[in-house]
């Protein structure tokens, strides 16, 4: 069963929590705070795999959760990070986050991708002891992961994408070109799923995919098409095959026409990708019907070239057309993950915070600043200006004096902490 897109939720592991312990030995008078850190949650991390060409398994497992990071310990021992959970994806799926669209990854190579970060460790008692504070009996609790809905669409990977009406032949140029099978029948719809073939061409090669036939109102959800014309947004050159003959009592001009137009209604990008067009099944046209439509078609600024594809004629100019236009053709599009939107500070507003006090540390917890604190980078002090604004304008700042907070006591926020300066 071939499936090209799927929904799923991912879970990072938890941090592990750090440990209140003290060192208690014989002989060894006030030993002093020893509790370890917690250990790393784990990430979800994605991986292409060429073994794999449909996101069919995701039908049945909707959930992946990473492990959480283990405890702290006595005796300095810190927690043991766990493992990454490893999702192996077809090679060309993009994951993107389900609630807003944004691109998180683009599995087009054999990198790995975080998309999902596992919460970092809690510190054990032992960072918390000072000159003035020689027994805390308390320690910081481990992150929570990353949570996310993502969707996962697979958008093949290919050269050259062989588009039209069904029936015209576009599986029959693929299987005399290279070694793909698709299925080949004299009637509608034969082709069901995308069908990928390696054409070789002496030194070089390239791959071109059969996409299932399109009809009238596919960008709409018209037909088998608006299912496939994801995978024709890669390709770096279409090929449009046309019945020149008219065999169905179709018009070769309006099916042209046609199809072009779903393209460009699906994707305005489409319209101006590099194509050439294709007239099959000239055998069956008379000469007249061949000429009359080569005209229609150079008119438009396009490469016409006749062929019957069954037999292989006149395929072979063609593929070399295909190469020449290749060669001087940027690579396969790639889609650059997007950045977590950053609201301004004005519009984040007041929100529910958790501050807890331990010796004169106010601990401040909420998800909502998990994720206003994966967009600050605490080295640069515009980014850090900008943290300050949203803690003032959210009434963070409003709440810490509420619970009491006095000038010189610390703020701990999940991993940053500061001293408070009224």
């Not at 020893?34 to 449909?54: E, H, K």
């Not at 490893?86 to 190579?109: C, F, Q, Y």
């Not at 005399?176 to 069901?192: G, M, N, Q, R």
């Amino acid at each position: 069963m071939f499936v090209d897109i799927a929904k799923i939720r991912i879970k990072a592991g938890d941090g592990g929590n750090g440990a209140v312990s003290f060192r208690r030995e014989k002989y060894v008078a006030a030993g002093g705070p020893d509790g370890g850190d917690g250990g790393r949650g784990g990430n979800i991390v994605f991986q292409a795999d060429t073994n794999l060409s449909t996101l069919a398994d995701f039908r049945y497992q909707r959930k992946y959760t990473a492990q959480n990071g283990e405890n702290g310990r006595g005796s300095r021992c810190n927690g043991k990070s766990a493992p990454d959970l490893v999702i192996r994806v077809p090679l060309g799926t993009v994951v993107k986050d389900a609630e807003t669209g944004r691109i998180i990854a683009d599995l087009s190579d054999y990198e790995p991708h975080v998309a999902a970060k596992g919460g970092k460790g809690g510190w054990g008692n032992i960072h918390f002891a000072t000159a003035t504070r020689q027994v805390p009996r308390f320690a910081k609790p481990g992150i929570p992961g990353e949570a996310l809905e993502v969707t996962l669409e697979l958008k093949l990977l290919a050269d050259v994408g062989l588009v039209g009406f069904p029936n015209v032949g576009k599986s029959t140029l693929v299987s005399v070109v290279s070694e793909a099978k698709p299925v080949i029948a004299d009637y509608h719809f034969t082709t069901l799923t995308p069908v990928l073939g390696v054409v070789h061409m002496g030194e070089s090669s390239f791959v071109m995919a059969d996409i299932p036939g399109l009809i009238e109102g596919a960008w709409e959800g018209v037909g088998l098409g608006h299912q496939f014309l994801r995978h024709v947004d890669r390709c770096r050159m279409l090929v449009h095959i046309v019945d020149v003959s008219g065999s169905e009592g179709r018009d070769p001009k309006e099916d042209f026409r046609v199809i072009n137009q779903e393209l460009a209604k699906f994707n305005p990008v489409l319209a101006k990708r590099p194509m050439l067009v294709a007239g099959n099944k000239c055998d069956l046209a008379t000469d007249e019907q061949i000429q009359e439509f080569k005209e229609f078609v150079e008119n438009q600024g396009y490469a016409f070239f006749p062929m019957m594809a069954a037999i292989s004629y006149q395929v072979e100019p063609l593929l070399k057309k295909i190469q020449e236009m290749l060669s001087a053709l940027p690579p396969v599009e790639r889609y650059e993950p997007e950045p977590v939107p950053v609201l301004p500070a004005e519009e984040i507003g007041r929100h529910d915070v958790k501050i807890t006090v331990q010796d004169r540390v106010y601990f401040v917890e909420g998800e909502w600043l998990l994720q206003v604190m994966k967009s600050v980078n605490f080295d640069d002090y515009e980014s850090l200006q900008y943290f300050q604004r949203v803690l003032i304008s959210s009434g963070v700042i409003d709440r810490l004096r509420e619970a009491g907070i006095q000038e010189g006591d610390t703020v701990s926020i999940y991993d940053v902490e500061f001293d408070f300066v009224n």
